[in-house]
């Protein structure tokens, strides 16, 4: 078993997350898009990240904000065109960015020619084959064929006008591919080599714990409806076994390019659910990569269960050589800033001291709180409207970044009409303002990041602390690099304590305020 493993720029990096709709826009239609990115990858090199995650860009109905795939190798024209693409990653790559791109194999869009041709095709047709088609249940075959629900509300089946049923784990607008069909594997082989083409640098697999169904297709054991999970659970529907013989595959795809030109290409997987709780059965040296540790995130504000949950992590990573991923926000959880109040750049300052790679979701930098009060009707993601309204879903921490000025659009687009409102309050979290105040979080998290590069390769050391404390060491031969977080309300004194490197709040004396993150050097 490997535990130790040679600093790489995705096992150790900072990865900055772009969600492309909602990050620069540069014509004027309210939507984000290539050309507008490109345009502020010059903040994200002065902010200090190594790589860019995007999420997906392909062409979309947009019925899940383009987690429905019409055309796996396009880009979806409200973001631009394929040459807007190949100037974005040049420009990143000559400003030293990585780019990651996101692979979405579960299912595809109901627009995507594979399905409009099942759905031209009669019942038992190759054409249906390549999606799950099933005959109902009932005397005229008017139930579902079992008992799935869908993660975004109802029942995991639609019924097409033959009769016939089809499978979607997510929206109706995401029939779920057939990966028992030797076709589905030779598509994704070549998705994946038309990426590598072009010159991606690494792959974020989406709902990876997906792609194989139990070939029954039997009922869920628990029959309870759990409209916040869908059936997230559900050991016939996800985690399969058999999707392990697909990440093998794909790891020998990016491994064949890395032997070429000696580049690591990171396959790195959202596994969630039952996947999330077997994450070492999906990483290591012959499938991916590595894949996002989520439970740091949901982790209550409290030392006793952060070293747990830490202590979790490094022990993953020990034992699989896969490191570790922290994560704090991105686009489908509440903001950061909303989820813990006072304590956003505290939480992250303590991310950014461990050893592994670390995902920073757009905004999250500046702080920015989640919009909680968009109108019904303002609001687009598939899990509001599928659930009429009774789970909010995740808009609000889409919405379009604020990088300037003091009213909508706040300089994201050339129209104050972008895709999700901005909020007028948006106007204390710009970048602009956050550039001109020395004290803002977004210059503690630049700061952060520059100095957390010489800590990569080096082991955490738990230090003493006393009670709602966390503090440890990354030990080196130079330095000895401290992070102490206190997550109590109460100040506490450490002893022999000189002036901390950086400190999320005011430090003096050696006294640490409440709910505060201190690195000393
Ligand atoms: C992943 C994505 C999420 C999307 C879902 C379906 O969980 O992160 O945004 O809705 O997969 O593709």
């Known amino acids: 078993m490997p535990t130790t493993t040679q600093p790489t720029w995705w096992g150790d990096g900072v990865v900055y997350q772009v969600y492309p709709r909602s990050f620069a826009d540069s014509d004027a239609d309210g939507i984000g898009d290539f050309t507008g990115i490109r345009g502020r990858l010059p903040y994200l090199r002065d902010l200090g990240v190594d790589a860019v995650w995007l999420n997906p860009f392909y062409p979309s109905p947009q019925a899940d904000q383009g987690y429905d795939v019409a055309d ?27 780019v990651i791109i996101d692979i979405v194999a579960n299912h595809c869009s109901s627009e995507h020619p594979l399905f409009r041709a099942a759905l031209d095709a009669p019942a038992g047709s190759p054409a ?21 629900r869908a993660m975004f509300g109802g029942p995991a089946w639609t019924r097409v006008a033959d009769g016939q049923w089809y499978l979607h784990l997510f929206t109706p607008q995401q029939p779920d591919l057939n990966w028992r069909h030797p076709g589905t594997v030779a598509f994704f082989d070549d998705v994946l080599r038309v990426w590598l083409d072009r010159g991606v640098d690494g792959f974020r697999l989406d709902a990876a714990q997906g792609l194989f169904k139990h070939p029954d297709l039997p009922d869920a054991d628990d029959p309870e409806i759990d409209e916040r999970n869908g059936d997230a659970l559900n050991p016939h529907a996800w985690n399969r076994p058999e999707v392990h013989t697909v990440y093998r595959h794909w790891r020998t795809i990016v491994d064949e390019r890395e032997r070429g030109d000696g580049v690591q290409r990171p396959l790195i997987g959202e596994v969630t659910g039952l996947g999330q709780l077997a994450l070492p059965d999906y990483v290591g040296p012959d499938q ?39 994560v704090l926000g991105n686009h489908d959880m509440t903001r950061l800033a909303t989820r813990m109040p006072g304590r956003a750049l505290a939480a992250t300052l303590l991310q950014l001291a461990l050893p592994g790679a670390a995902y920073l979701y757009q905004g999250d930098e500046l702080g920015l709180p989640e919009v909680l009060d968009l109108p019904p009707e303002a609001r687009r993601d598939p899990l509001f409207r599928n ?16 990088w300037s000025g003091d009213r909508p659009p706040f300089g994201f687009s050339g129209t104050a009409g972008t895709w999700l409102p901005q909020p007028d309050w ?47 060491e990354r030990p080196a031969a130079v330095d000895a690099f401290r992070c102490v977080t206190n997550t109590t309300d109460e100040p506490v004194t450490l002893p022999d304590a000189g002036e901390p490197a950086l400190a999320s709040a005011p430090v003096t004396g050696g006294v640490l305020p409440g709910h505060c993150t201190t690195w000393w050097m």
């Open 128 to 148: 249906r084959a390549r999606f799950h088609f099933a005959d109902g249940r009932g005397p005229a075959g008017e139930r579902p064929p079992n008992n799935w």
């Open 387 to 402: 659930t009429g309204g009774r789970r909010l879903g995740r808009d609000g921490c889409r919405v379009p970044i604020p």
């Open 288 to 326: 991916l990569h590595q894949a996002f540790f989520f439970d740091f995130m949901v982790t209550p504000w409290d030392a006793a269960a952060l070293r747990a949950v830490i202590e979790r992590g490094l022990d993953l990573a020990a034992t699989t050589g896969a490191p570790v991923t922290w």
């Open 426 to 472: 948006f106007t204390a979290h710009t970048v602009e303002a956050g550039l001109a105040d020395p004290g803002s979080m977004l210059h503690a998290v630049r700061r952060a990041l520059r100095l957390r590069r010489g800590l990569a390769g080096r082991p955490l050391r738990w230090l003493d602390a006393p009670p709602g404390v966390l503090a440890f």
């Open 72 to 98: 796996y190798t396009g880009i979806e024209p409200d973001y631009g065109t394929l040459a807007d693409f190949d100037a974005f990653l040049a420009d990143a790559h000559e400003l030293g960015l990585r």
